[in-house]
Nanobody
Framework: QVRLVESGGGSVQDGGSLTLSCEVS????????????MAWFRQAQGKEREGVAH???????TYADFVKGRFTISQDNAKKILYLQANSLKPEDTATYYC?????????????????????WGQGTLVTVSS
């Protein structure tokens, strides 16, 4: 069973930075950690969940327009950790951040086709940005 555990959330001032981590376990053995479609999402109170960043098996990274140039998604393959470096944080970035993995994506080159295929999610970590 795939398990994801986020950490690193907290309270920061406008313009501050945080590094969110997502420890991943239970992925099928025999495949590189970087072979999967992985992503970060967020959900602010009273709003729908929205995608923040994706990373694919070929290393392609995509970002939502509202975080481009400020956030960076990355992986530590040895530690099996997915990261989200969040810089220049704004009050509107306040939300619970979730990581997700498409466990079957390893069989299609780790490409991210559809967010509905993301089948493993963490419990979330809260980020609060004050002005």
């Amino acid at each position: 069973q795939v398990r994801l555990v986020e950490s690193g959330g907290g309270s920061v001032q406008d313009g501050g930075s945080l590094t969110l981590s997502c420890e991943v376990s239970g992925l099928p053995s025999g495949y590189s950690f970087s072979s999967y479609c992985m992503a970060w999402f967020r959900q602010a109170q009273g709003k729908e969940r929205e995608g923040v960043a994706h990373i694919e098996g070929d290393g392609t990274r995509t970002y939502a327009d509202f975080v481009k140039g400020r956030f960076t998604i990355s992986q530590d393959n040895a530690k099996k950790i997915l990261y989200l470096q969040a810089n220049s944080l704004k009050p509107e970035d306040t939300a619970t951040y979730y990581c997700a993995v498409e466990s079957k994506s390893v069989f299609n080159g780790g490409l991210c086709f559809n967010d509905d295929a993301l089948d493993a999610w963490g419990q979330g970590t809260l980020v609060t940005v004050s002005s």
